[in-house]
T-cell receptor, first 111, second 111 residues
Framework: GQQVMQIPQYQHVQEGEDFTTYCNSS?????IQWYKQRPGGHPVFLIQ???SGEVKKQKRLTFQFGEAKKNSSLHITATQTTDVGTYFC???????????WGAGTKLIIKP | EADIYQTPRYLVIGTGKKITLECSQT?????MYWYQQDPGMELHLIHY???????EKGDLSSESTVSRIRTEHFPLTLESARPSHTSQYLC??????????FGPGTRLTVT
């Protein structure tokens, strides 16, 4: 069945270092969404990418959608403690009402 | 912030008990979802609904049932709780091709 693979599972960074998470889909996606879940919280929508090769920025966060619309990435520049959490990507399933979720990448700031 | 509510927020019950987790949203969204998630880990879709009187099982049915008698209400029932049901349960809703809005979650512990 359709799968969305997300790597890495964890990333430990020093505060101020950059962070990147990658998503790869087994099928072409019409769009991809990114969510952030703070520790103890619930997923919160960050952004949706729709166009092939699309790049969107939100302050220190840069989101990319691949040319083939099968992969995506989220890059955070100069991480801060407020960035801590798990970042999920998700793409529409066969019904388009469901989302197929990546396993998430946990951003951990080293003490 | 989206208007989607879950009760109770925390629940500790004994094995074999029947429980109902409540979820309500005031946004008039047709699509609603239940996910099971261990803290910070992958989201597993348990049930979803496209609208009133429409319910479907997800990848992880987890011996639970749902009902959708009113647009705003989507309760989840565990007929006989087991320790393996210990987890966080997240309710979400959306309209059409837009993002999912999540409730705060119910943390369930079965002893």
């Amino acid at each position: 069945g359709q799968q969305v693979m997300q790597i890495p599972q964890y990333q430990h960074v020093q505060e101020g270092e950059d962070f990147t998470t990658y998503c790869n889909s087994s099928t072409t996606l019409s769009n991809i969404q990114w969510y952030k879940q703070r520790p103890g919280g619930h997923p919160v929508f960050l952004i949706q990418l729709v166009k092939s090769g699309e790049v969107k920025k939100q302050k220190r966060l840069t989101f990319q959608f691949g040319e083939a619309k099968k992969n995506s990435s989220l890059h955070i520049t100069a991480t801060q403690t407020t960035d801590v959490g798990t970042y999920f990507c998700a793409g529409p399933g066969q019904s388009n009402y469901q989302l197929i979720w990546g396993a998430g990448t946990k951003l951990i700031i080293k003490p | 912030e989206a208007d989607i509510y879950q009760t109770p927020r925390y629940l500790v019950i004994g094995t074999g008990k029947k429980i109902t987790l409540e979820c309500s949203q005031t946004m008039g969204h047709d699509k609603m979802y239940w996910y099971q998630q261990d803290p910070g880990m992958e989201l597993h879709l348990i049930h979803y609904s496209y609208g009133v009187n429409s319910t479907e099982k997800g990848d992880l049915s987890s011996e639970s049932t749902v009902s959708r008698i009113r647009t705003e209400h989507f309760p989840l029932t565990l007929e006989s709780a087991r320790p393996s049901h210990t987890s966080q349960y997240l309710c979400a809703s959306k309209r059409e091709s837009y993002e999912q809005y999540f409730g705060p979650g119910t943390r369930l512990t079965v002893t």
